[in-house]
């Protein structure tokens, strides 16, 4: 994939002559042949100015030329658009009543200014399929074994302006479907509005909206993205009035609570501190805040004594939740706590949950109480664990919410809290009160003692993990409800957390668990730059702004003989998502069935730009009827602005006869992504060994090669070529032995070997929480960035006195590109390896003062959107550290030569003595490479 560290504005085009062996784009001679996987060597030809604040943009998809069958993600620069939530409203003079109901402007869903946290590069399409066209066979897509799918991002802002339409949408009255541009139109028929439906082709009149045929330049016939503003779904007449005046008038307050662990060490609440302190300069000064600290106990602190420290002192052990309640018998809840709570914050929960504006003294104050008393705790390490009551912490926040709306529903208040954020930080297991979780080695003790008396224990230690698990699942889902969201840091490098059981904690509500090892490196901490702020400031100023609203609703539909099979994203089934009690009483894997033509609803955890939905599909009969399907995804939600908003996304894609065509104008990137992710969402829920997962890989990459072995027998079988991928016949007879392996089937190839050797399958020595956090991110994660996640970003830097980044050389990721003279910048997603070789190492140090300074700068900038902020880590040839960088390249010293040449045509410039030393560094393992891996799947489907 092309490398991320592009020129921002792409205006300058990459000059092929000047190129050693770059594969750009298919050859002129083979129009239809697919994109190779990686370029051997691209010189990035344009300019990017280091101290600018423009964001470079990401382009993980192979750029293609005029035949390319897969246009690029575009770098041109970032469509410009108004940076607050207007529409214009038409002049009535000269204007039809029905133009009038156009609006010229879409209403943005995140800021359009780099410079704001909630911005995100703009992406040209919301949809991405597998594939241009579906074969029209179900026997043969499923023998074939290549996923149909498509990756959803849909409140992300795309490249040309989406149109706002203020006025009713029109939909089918059999279906439910949105009218959309794929709809045949009669309208010039007696005037009558008829139009057939795109998705189940039943006739519908609607004559008062479609008079005639002059309707037919609306956007919605014009566009595949259509935005809606009903005027008569809007909440209050006062949002009405904003809708068609286009004025903005309603307060935008939202609440934020940050839940800190007492146990954090001094050092880490100095950090703690700071990021805090920076983000909440991010937010807007009405924002409510509140601030939580729990041990054994919970203390909520209280901001109306101005400059002062002061909290209240609640229980850790009691709960106000079902699933608490069945666990514990009525003597340990005594008292129905949930009533006690809303009773006690009925009418001080003022002082709890303040106005930034009003608070930023008495927080500082606060967090200098925090960290005098973790300042003054002895470092000895206690042999009883230190006691962490997280859920009756969070109990308490969402009281506090309950609270406010109490008092706005009964007229005591007029600020209306509408959604927000729960930050909590932990430095180990919840050990106390409601959600305690046994600690691991506790139960091991208990199961190696399981034959004495005691050891009856073991029993509810399993019981209460259980437990435990269904009360943060109740609590996740009612956050949701209350429209707020909670992302969850587990700090501490040797700590454990259960990371498998917190996580539902946040996925229901669209939160995140973030492994915050260390809050600053060595290269942070020496770093004197202030334009990038530290990557747990970045990640925390991030999670607070990127909501844009509230109680989402997302529905997929499709035309009649399609049926999905999957979704993977952050979205929660229910029968009826206006239903709260529904909502409570949702499953995560529920089964229900859906009458086919009809839409599939769910309740998003949370809206936002970042949110994405992988979906899964296929033939529901033996063949389709007519050439295309048609795919409608609609998100319903209540910006900020207490605005009702409806988007509608609609997709076609075309019905070929052969499974040529089919491979032809297939996606191998995606194709990759939506294996990959069900592989690891199958790996996450199934007690499987890893091995076991490895060998379902090579399973499901060996049918897809099983599609291309030749047949002399079959004239449809594909011909032999002089220079296939695999060559398993070197003498290039026509045998039944050989196999013709397109360049965009081997690219799927490659990315799954990737997957087999990355964290997401743990090959690695990693603790199961860092995995489980890796996989949950990688499942709710973009196209762009799971590919990235896959197959590690590898660029060399050669002249590194020159910081214009105009040499920049985007390599794959083999290992024999690791030579002396060189540095290698390797980009994980997760974090950032910068490699020094021995001979390279001199010059570094030569470098101008601020010369590494400013590479580090250009590498935040290119980096400054991704959720979590990746870690820069500097090392030199030989260290400890280098092993992590060469464990994720492909080992390709053990090719021949040729091979290695044909995968890096810059090894073509080293003399017989550098390459020999260079083929000396690298130890002798059992690991097969790539090439080494393909040959062997190959000769056992032979």
């Not at 504006?357 to 470092?379: N, P, V």
């Not at 602005?641 to 990137?669: A, E, G, M």
């Not at 002249?799 to 390797?826: R, Y």
Request: aromatic residues 8%.
């Amino acid at each position: 994939p092309a490398s991320p560290y592009s020129n921002p504005t792409g205006s300058a085009a990459i000059d092929s002559s000047k190129l050693d062996a770059v594969i750009l784009s298919p050859t002129s001679e083979s129009p239809q042949s697919p994109v190779r996987f990686v370029p051997s060597s691209i010189v990035i030809s344009s300019d990017v100015d280091s101290t600018s604040n423009t964001a470079p943009s990401f382009n993980p998809i192979p750029s293609g030329g005029s035949n390319s069958n897969f246009s690029p993600i575009p770098s041109s620069p970032f469509a410009s658009s108004p940076s607050n939530y207007v529409i214009l409203t038409p002049s009535a003079s000269g204007a039809s009543p029905s133009q009038q109901h156009v609006t010229s402007l879409s209403i943005n869903h995140v800021s359009t200014d780099p410079n704001d946290p909630s911005y995100l590069p703009p992406l040209k399409r919301c949809v991405e399929p597998t594939a241009k066209v579906i074969l029209n066979n179900r026997d043969e897509l499923q023998k074939s074994g290549i996923p149909l799918g498509l990756s959803v991002t849909p409140l992300i802002n795309i490249t040309k302006p989406v149109p706002c339409l203020r006025r009713t949408a029109v939909y089918c009255k059999n279906c439910n479907a949105f009218i959309n541009k794929y709809c045949k139109t009669f309208f010039e028929r007696n005037n009558t509005g008829q139009w057939v439906c795109s998705l189940c082709h039943h006739t519908n009149y609607n004559q008062a909206e479609y008079s005639d045929d002059s309707c037919l330049n609306f956007p919605e016939f014009k566009k595949k993205v259509v935005d809606f503003v009903d005027p008569l779904l809007q909440h209050n007449s006062h949002s009405l009035g904003n809708i068609l005046n286009g004025e903005n008038n309603q307060t935008r307050v939202q609440a934020y609570f940050f839940v800190i662990d007492l146990n954090l060490s001094y050092t880490d609440l100095v950090s703690l501190k700071s990021g805090i302190i920076s983000a909440l300069n991010s937010l807007g000064p009405l924002s409510k805040i509140g601030i939580v600290t729990f041990s054994n106990v919970v203390s909520v602190y209280q901001f109306n004594i101005h400059g002062v420290a002061s909290s209240h002192i609640f229980s850790g052990n009691y709960s106000g939740t079902a699933a608490y309640k069945n666990m514990h018998s009525a003597n340990e809840n005594k008292t129905n706590y949930e009533a006690y709570l809303k009773q006690r914050f009925k009418e001080d929960f003022r002082q709890f949950l303040f106005p930034l504006k009003d608070c930023m003294t008495t927080i500082d104050q606060i967090f200098e109480a925090l960290i005098s008393s973790a300042g003054a705790k002895k470092t000895v390490e206690k042999k009883t664990p230190q006691p962490r009551c997280l859920g009756a912490a969070i109990e308490i926040c969402l009281s506090l919410i309950e609270a406010n709306n109490d008092s706005v529903n009964n007229n005591k208040t007029q600020t209306n809290v509408q959604g927000g954020g729960i930050v909590a930080f932990l430095t180990g297991i919840p050990n106390r009160g409601p959600g305690a979780i046994p600690d691991t080695n506790e139960t091991a003790t208990v199961a190696a003692n399981r034959n004495k008396p005691e050891g009856r224990d073991n029993i509810s230690g399993e019981l209460q993990r259980e437990g435990a698990i269904e009360y943060y699942k109740e609590l996740g889902l009612k956050i949701n409800v209350l429209n707020f969201r909670l992302d969850l840091f587990c700090c501490g490098l040797r700590n454990v957390f259960e990371v498998p059981v917190l996580q539902n904690l946040v996925l229901s509500n669209g939160g995140v668990i973030i492994m915050q090892k260390q809050f600053l490196n060595d290269i942070e901490k020496s770093s004197q730059n202030n334009d990038y702020p530290a990557p747990f400031n970045r990640t925390l100023e991030l999670l607070l702004n990127r909501a844009c609203g509230k109680n989402g609703e997302f529905s997929i539909q499709c035309s009649n003989g399609v049926s999905f099979t999957h979704i993977i994203g952050p979205a929660i089934k229910a029968r009826d998502v206006g239903d709260k009690d529904s909502i409570k009483n949702a499953q995560y894997s529920a089964q229900e069935t859906v009458e086919e033509g009809k839409p599939h609803r769910f309740r998003l955890g949370i809206v936002s730009g970042r949110v994405n939905v992988s979906v899964f599909y296929g033939l529901s009969e033996e063949t389709l009827p007519g050439d295309e399907i048609v795919f409608q995804f609609v998100v319903k939600y209540t910006n900020w602005q207490n605005n009702y908003l409806i988007r509608v996304i609609t997709h076609k894609t075309r019905i070929v006869p052969t499974f040529d065509l089919f491979i032809s104008r297939l996606n191998p990137y995606l194709c990759s992504v939506l294996m990959a992710k069900k592989t690891v969402l199958f790996a996450r829920k199934q007690s499987t060994s890893s091995d076991e997962i490895l060998e379902d890989i090579d399973r499901s990459l060996m049918k897809i090669l099983k599609n291309f072995k030749v047949d002399k027998s079959n004239p449809h079988s594909p011909a032999p070529v002089s220079n296939p991928i695999v060559n398993t016949n070197p003498t290039n007879t026509t045998t039944n032995n050989s196999f013709v392996v397109p360049l965009n089937v081997d690219s799927i190839a490659k990315y799954l070997y990737l997957l087999k050797r990355s964290p997401l399958l743990s090959p690695l020595l990693q603790h199961p929480d860092d995995v489980d956090c890796i996989r949950c991110l990688f499942l709710h994660s973009s196209f762009e960035e799971s590919l990235n996640i896959l197959c590690p970003f590898v660029f060399v830097l050669q002249d590194f006195k020159n910081t214009d980044f105009n040499a920049l050389k985007v390599v794959s990721p083999e290992d024999m590109v690791m030579q002396s003279k060189t540095m290698i910048v390797m980009d994980t997603y997760f974090d950032v390896y910068l490699w020094c070789g021995k001979e390279s190492v001199g010059r570094l140090e030569g470098m101008e003062e601020n010369g590494f300074e400013l590479w580090r700068k250009y590498i935040r900038s290119v980096t400054r959107f991704r959720v979590p902020q990746p870690y820069l880590m500097v090392f030199n040839e030989g260290s400890s550290m280098a092993r992590n960088l060469q464990c994720r390249m492909i080992p390709s010293h053990k090719d021949a030569y040729q091979q290695q040449i044909r995968s890096l045509p810059q090894l073509a410039e080293l003399d017989q003595v550098e390459y020999n030393a260079l083929m000396k560094k690298f130890h002798k393992t059992d690991e097969p490479s790539f090439l080494q891996f393909i040959t062997q799947l190959i000769r056992q489907v032979s």
